[in-house]
């Protein structure tokens, strides 16, 4: 069974990037069956999708996050990261990475996700 | 973007009720690619139901999707302790794909 884990800082500074990595086990992202994606939870609020890259490095981006978004992947390590940029603190939130079939964006693996806080 | 309204915003019921959860788009969903996730406090969503009405993998029969077009429901035909959670929608028909708002499902 698939398992995703999220890490990286838990605190940015507002103007700075933000950069998360996902580590997937139990199966490989260089399946081709998976779009790999990232979502994010404001505070108390509702789910928000940020974008998906699948293996061959093609991507998707949320055009309301575009403009400061990146995301890639390493195959040989398994991984997918996120980088968003110019941060503020309307990006505080928890940031899940998760699975979603090709042509069915729908979401079937979370990692536990991860808490990241915008703040001087 | 398609926008999806979710109601009510809370539930409250007591265990071995019925549950009955909407969800609306603001255009129509014509391809039925509406998904159903299950929150809990501290915890990633869980995928329910994907195709409006297909239950995902390990997910109880008391768990059903319905509906097409704009309009969707969740029903719970009777709520165990561990059902009182968040119930999110999200549909996959058009892009950026979006969740609803969400509708809490309270212990009565």
């Known amino acids: 069974q698939v398992q995703l884990q999220e890490s990286g800082p838990g605190l940015v500074k507002p103007s700075q990037t933000l950069s998360l990595t996902c580590s997937v086990s139990?199966?490989?992202?260089?399946?081709?069956?998976?779009?790999w994606s990232w979502i994010r939870q404001h505070p108390g609020k509702g789910l928000e999708y940020i974008g998906y890259?699948?293996?061959?490095?093609?991507?998707y981006y949320n055009p309301s996050l575009k403009s400061r978004l990146s995301i890639s992947v390493d195959t040989s390590k398994n991984q997918f990261s996120l980088k968003l940029s110019s941060v503020t603190a309307a990006d505080t939130a928890v940031y899940y990475c998760?699975?979603?079939?090709?042509?069915?964006?729908?979401?079937?693996?979370w990692g536990q996700g991860t808490l990241v806080t915008v703040s001087s | 973007e398609i926008v999806l309204t979710q109601s009510p915003g809370t539930l409250s019921l007591s265990p071995g009720e019925r549950a009955t959860l909407s969800c609306r788009a603001s255009?129509?969903?014509?391809?039925?690619?509406l998904a159903w996730y299950q929150q809990k406090p501290g915890q990633a969503p869980r995928l329910l139901i994907y195709?409006?009405?297909s239950r995902a993998t390990g997910i109880p029969d008391r768990f059903s999707g319905s509906g097409s077009g704009t309009d969707f429901s969740l029903t719970i035909s009777r709520l165990e302790p561990e059902d009182f959670a968040v119930y999110y929608c999200q549909q996959y028909g058009s892009s950026p794909w979006t969740f609803g708002q969400g509708t809490k499902v309270e212990i009565k």
């Open positions: 195709g409006a009405s």
């Open positions: 139990g199966g490989s992202i260089s399946s081709g069956l998976y779009y």
């Open positions: 255009q129509s969903l014509t391809t039925g690619y």
């Open positions: 890259i699948y293996y061959t490095g093609s991507t």
């Open positions: 998760a699975r979603a079939r090709t042509g069915y964006v729908y979401f079937d693996s």
